[in-house]
């Protein structure tokens, strides 16, 4: 018998089960974002295992898959990928260019 914790986001590709309750906090943030003039951004924190990598996930397909949305563009940065085996500064070096290129293909 296998025990221990899982730590796998959930992708919400089947409009599965609201199993960590983050629905109502993605539909608000959601909202935030289409209602605000200005362009911004968003950090998310919380522990690890809390549901930010789902949170995100779920926001991502509702903003993508909303084809009435057309005057926002977003993109993903995975930061903890950009910092492997890196030092501080290389670990930024490496997020902007990820930012810049993601801008450029906008």
């Known amino acids: 018998m296998k025990t221990g914790i899982i730590d796998e986001p959930v992708n919400y590709k089947d409009n599965e089960d609201d199993k960590l309750g983050i629905n109502d906090y993605a539909n608000a943030l ?38 009435k949305n057309t005057k ?10 950009h910092s492997l085996l890196k030092t501080p500064e290389e670990t930024l070096i490496s997020i902007v260019a990820d930012i810049t290129n993601q801008i450029s293909e906008l």
């Open 30 to 67: 959601k909202e935030f974002i289409e209602k605000t003039d200005t362009p911004m951004t968003i950090g998310i924190q919380g522990e690890w295992g809390s549901g930010k990598t789902s949170l995100l996930n779920r926001l991502w397909k509702e903003l993508e898959g909303d084809e």
């Open 72 to 81: 926002i563009e977003s993109f993903w940065i995975n930061t903890w990928e």
